[in-house]
Nanobody
Framework: QVQLVESGGGQVQAGGSLRLSCAAS????????MGWYRQAPGKQRELVAV???????NYADSVKGRFTISRDNAKNTVYLQMDSLKPEDTAVYYC???????????????WGQGTQVTVSS
């Protein structure tokens, strides 16, 4: 069993900041890419940011310069620092990770349960 547990969502005014955390636990051999996605009401889930095990990061154009993704490989945890938040950032944010459960198994995609971020104007 593998679980991704997110925390840190909430409500904030425009221009404010929030920090999301996502910890992976369970039968984990190795974690490859970790990332954050979001889904606003009536819209499709979209990529926000991803980071490799080596620390290389990529961002959606809409969050570049405002959001920072990071990870602690020793803790199997990924973070998303969100600054200068805008009302259009309001969404449920989901953690995602590509995880291998043994030396010989393949990579499987896991999702967290989601955490709500609401930005008021």
């Amino acid at each position: 069993q593998v679980q991704l547990v997110e925390s840190g969502g909430g409500q904030v005014q425009a221009g404010g900041s929030l920090r999301l955390s996502c910890a992976a636990s369970g039968s984990i051999f190795s974690i490859n890419v970790m990332g954050w996605y979001r889904q606003a009401p009536g819209k499709q889930r979209e990529l926000v940011a991803v980071i490799t095990s080596g620390g290389s990061a990529n961002y959606a154009d809409s969050v570049k310069g405002r959001f920072t993704i990071s990870r602690d490989n020793a803790k199997n945890t990924v973070y998303l620092q969100m600054d200068s938040l805008k009302p259009e950032d309001t969404a449920v944010y989901y953690c995602n990770a590509a995880i291998s459960r043994s030396r010989i198994s393949g990579w499987y995609n896991y999702w967290g349960q989601g955490t709500q971020v609401t930005v008021s104007s």
